[in-house]
């Protein structure tokens, strides 16, 4: 019996994804992972899925869906909160 597929998920550039501390942005998706941008930089890491998944496992793995979409930036700026 083989082991269940590694779950794969549908990263927005716009999300913000917090991931051992680091702030890190989507740019894309390779056959066996995702190419991972710290903010900030202009280099791109490559997370496999297999590593995503046990990251999302921690406790402080964070992903906002359209964090940084024009909309959710004037409304972070109105309440003056980051969340």
Same mark, same amino acid.
């Given at each position: 019996?083989?082991?269940?597929?590694?779950?794969?998920?549908?990263?927005?550039?716009?999300? %913000?994804?917090?991931?051992?501390? !680091?702030?890190? =942005?989507?740019?894309?998706?390779?056959?066996?992972?995702?190419?991972?941008?710290?903010?900030?930089?202009?280099?791109?890491?490559?997370?496999?899925?297999?590593?995503?998944?046990?990251? %999302?496992?921690?406790?402080?793995? !964070?992903?906002? =869906?359209?964090?940084?979409?024009?909309?959710?930036?004037?409304?972070?700026?109105?309440?003056?909160?980051?969340?």
């Amino acid at each position: 019996m083989s082991a269940s597929p590694t779950p794969r998920y549908r990263l927005d550039p716009t999300d %913000r994804i917090v991931m051992r501390g !680091r702030i890190l =942005t989507c740019k894309g998706q390779t056959p066996t992972g995702y190419l991972m941008q710290p903010f900030g930089s202009e280099i791109t890491d490559h997370v496999t899925f297999v590593e995503f998944e046990a990251e %999302r496992q921690h406790q402080d793995f !964070r992903h906002d =869906t359209l964090f940084y979409t024009e909309s959710r930036a004037r409304a972070r700026a109105r309440t003056l909160i980051e969340s």
